[in-house]
């Protein structure tokens, strides 16, 4: 899952029935006229490399900039054939992909097969230090390019092969019936010949091959996307283009809207939810979203992860009142969590209501209990890091230490420890350099059991920010991801589920919605199943 600033690794497995294949993208008419969207933004943690970006901000761009093998509908979320013609196999390890004929980058150049295959390799390769690269970790080859300690003895991974400018070839390592479906994810992007021979050049103005192209992008100020007229996609865009706005508040942001300032803020701040229907009327969308809100232990600090303190996570867990937080806090967007998935899969999909058991239920009694059992807090106080540029992320680390602190009779048991910006709080979650529990927003990145539990729990998963170990849950997840039925893969992946459940690594605390408010001068304003907008859409009056 991607990390949300409101707020995977690689693997699939779930009804086949539930993924459509077909052309991607939807309809659009392109007027010609300056038609430019301004939008609320948030500066990225990494530059905007396909396979070096693992967060929601990042991500928006890249969605817009990029179209890969496939793409996630916008209003269903199901895996659709993009730039791939056809995926085929005869053992689900070993993967035939055709790409169809046509599809350029923004620069002229032609997108082939070596786009994806040089792509994939540089994404991989440990020395070029991409956050996404254990995307790769299931192609032959990956743990010569990506050991786990020391240099590579590779360069590319053995199981990729071009086999003419429109074919390519995958042998995975085992046997893994849905891997196609985790193809639409960003680290699966092709790349032009400019990001490897002018690197620096191609940072400063990413070249894609999707609908919009960057014709401008001022790191802490603003990115500015026009619609590239050479696209031949069927989804082109409605807008002559979009302006991302870097905000530091989110507050501010809404504000702006309501004065006109900016025509679009995704994820509403909680403290602004409450006039939200008020202010916008029927410019307020609220849906389900595939975004699990969680508080993460830094299960490298033996403080927290010590064979001991399983009481001590699951009495944290048991001390916080969700209903009452999600009611008075987030105004009907927010849904109490009780397992690690989210409701968006639906039961084919591995959704299991309940299955965090006792553990995400409210009883001070026992909480109080199992915190004792378990040590008490470490040093007697507890710290929620988070990063303060989302207002909302405030408004809830205040009402969760307040749940806790009045079960445990001590208003300073828990406390906020807010990080100034998104990107320096992931930077601290990513270096390890946090000792405390943690927020984390995990927005899928496709409809998937396995996307919300093998990138942040499995070892070495892209995700993995508690550093959580547990064999046993791998080895459930590789069987998952291995299983000859989706229907016997869901029911492995619900068991390693389980072992979350007896381990607590994080507390699953809500299912979020998405969000967004937008202005009178726009219409066609819809969140896709991720929660992000679907900006492609927006049309501008």
Known sequence: MRPVARTSRLGAAVMVSAFV??????????SGESKIVSAAWGDPQ?????????????????????????????????????????ITTTDQRNYTIRLREGWTFSNGEPVTARSF?????????????????????????????????????AR????????????????????????????????????????FTDHEQWLKTPIGNGPYQVASYNRGELMR??????????????????????????????????????????????????????????????????????????MYDPRWAGPDRVDLRRGISMAVNRAVITDRIFHKTRVPATDWTTPVLGSDGGHQPGLCGAGCEYDPSEARKLIAAGGG????QMRITYNADVSTNREWVDAVCNSINNTLGDNHACVGQPVPTFAQYRDRITSRSVSQPFSYAGQMDYPLIQNFLQPNYCTGGAANDTGFHGPRFDDLVDQANAAATPAEAVSRFQEAERVLAQQMPSIPLWYQNGTAGYSHRLSHVSLTPFGVPDYGQISVS
């Open 156 to 195: 590319t991974m053995s199981g990729l092969a071009v086999r003419d400018d429109r074919t390519f070839t995958v042998r995975l390592s085992q046997k893994f019936s849905l891997w196609p479906d985790t193809l639409g994810s960003w680290a699966y992007f092709p790349l032009p010949r400019l990001f």
């Open 117 to 153: 295959v040089d792509a994939w390799n540089f994404g991989a390769l440990s020395t070029n230090q991409q956050v996404a690269s254990s995307f790769f970790s299931y192609i032959d080859g990956y743990e010569k390019v990506h050991p786990a300690t020391g240099a590579p003895v």
């Open 377 to 380: 807090l470490p040093g007697g």
């Open 46 to 86: 990494k530059p905007l490399e396909p396979a070096n970006t693992y967060e929601t901000r990042g991500g928006a761009a890249l969605d817009m900039i990029f179209r890969g093998l496939k793409r996630y509908d916008p209003k269903t979320g199901q895996a659709r054939n993009c730039l791939a013609d056809s």
């Open 21 to 30: 294949l077909a052309a991607c993208g939807g309809t659009g008419d392109d």
């Open 225 to 298: 996307l026009r619609t590239w007229k050479g696209y031949t996609g069927p989804d082109k865009p409605r807008n002559d283009g979009i302006d991302l706005r870097v905000y530091t508040d989110t507050h501010t942001a809404y504000t702006d809207l309501l004065a006109g300032h900016v025509d679009v803020v995704h994820d509403v701040p909680a403290v602004d939810l409450r006039n939200a229907k008020k202010d916008l009327g029927s410019r307020f969308v609220n849906q389900p979203a595939g975004v699990l809100v969680t508080l993460g232990f830094p």
